[in-house]
C-alpha cells in the first residue's frame, strides 16, 4: 500500500512550456486534491475532483487544468507555465467528503524559469 | 469568502516549555478543524483533529480546544521537544464543499 504517489518529485520549466503532474493513490479514495504551497501563504487549494470524471475548481484555479479520467488518478496541467507558477504542489486524497483526513503526497518542487 | 487566519507566523521556545498557536476561521458552517505538522522537505502530516461537536481533545503531548461562537481553535503543545521543531498548518472544512481551506502556518522553533 503505497498511499499517494506524485512524479515527479521535481521539474524545471521554461516559461511558455508545458507539463503534466500525476497524482495516484491505491486507497479507493473518491476524493482528490491539488494544492500548491508557497513561502508565508500555507496551502492553496487549485482544484479538486469528488469522483471519478469530475473536477472542481479552488481557491487558486487559474493557469491549471485538471482531469480525473480514473478513480486512482488525478492529473494536473500547466498547459504555458509561468515564473509565478514555481511552487511546490501537494497531491491529497480523502474517502468521505468534508470531515475525513486528507492523506498526502510527497510533493512536487517545480521551478519555470 | 472562506478564510482562516493563523497567529503567530514564527514562534520560539525553550525545550520543556508550552507552545500555543491560535487559528481564527470565517464560516460558522464549518465543523472539522484538522492540524498538519510538516518537516522541512515533507509532506504535511495529521498531528490532531477536532470536529465541531466536541471543544477540547488531547493526544499526550499536543490538545486542541474550539471556541465555536468566538469561531477560533488552538493548538496546544505541552514539554516541547527540539523535534517539535517544523511548521504547522490549522485548517477548517466547508461542510458540503469537500474543501480544505489552511491558514499561512507558523514556524516553530524548540532551542535545546
Known amino acids: 500500500n503505497a498511499g499517494v504517489t506524485q512524479t515527479p518529485k521535481f521539474r524545471v520549466l521554461k516559461t511558455g512550456q508545458s507539463m503534466t503532474l500525476l497524482c495516484a493513490q491505491d486507497m479507493n479514495h473518491e476524493y482528490m486534491y491539488w494544492y500548491r504551497q508557497d513561502p508565508g501563504m500555507g496551502l492553496r487549494l487549485i482544484h479538486y475532483s469528488v469522483g471519478e470524471g469530475t473536477t472542481a475548481k479552488g481557491e487558486v484555479p487559474d493557469g491549471y487544468n485538471v482531469s480525473r479520467l480514473k478513480k486512482q488518478n488525478f492529473l494536473l496541467g500547466l498547459e504555458s507555465a509561468a515564473p509565478s507558477q514555481t511552487s511546490v504542489y501537494f497531491c491529497?486524497?480523502?474517502?468521505?467528503?468534508?470531515?475525513?483526513?486528507?492523506?498526502f503526497g510527497p510533493g512536487t518542487r517545480l521551478t519555470v524559469l | 469568502g472562506e478564510n482562516v487566519e493563523q497567529h503567530p507566523s514564527t514562534l520560539s521556545v525553550q525545550e520543556g516549555d508550552s507552545a500555543v498557536i491560535k487559528c481564527t476561521y470565517s464560516?460558522?458552517?464549518?465543523?472539522?478543524f484538522p492540524w498538519y505538522k510538516q518537516e522541512l522537505g515533507k509532506r504535511p502530516q495529521l498531528i490532531i483533529d477536532?470536529?465541531?461537536?466536541?471543544g477540547e481533545k488531547k493526544d499526550q503531548r499536543i490538545a486542541v480546544t474550539l471556541n465555536k461562537t468566538a469561531k477560533h481553535f488552538s493548538l496546544h503543545i505541552t514539554e516541547t521537544q527540539p523535534e517539535d521543531s517544523a511548521v504547522y498548518f490549522c485548517a477548517a472544512s466547508w461542510r458540503g464543499t469537500g474543501k480544505l481551506i489552511f491558514g499561512q502556518g507558523t514556524t516553530l522553533q524548540v532551542k535545546p
Open positions: 477536532i470536529r465541531s461537536n466536541v
Open positions: 464560516d460558522s458552517a464549518s465543523n472539522y
Open positions: 491529497a486524497s480523502s474517502y468521505i467528503q468534508d470531515t475525513d483526513t486528507q492523506y
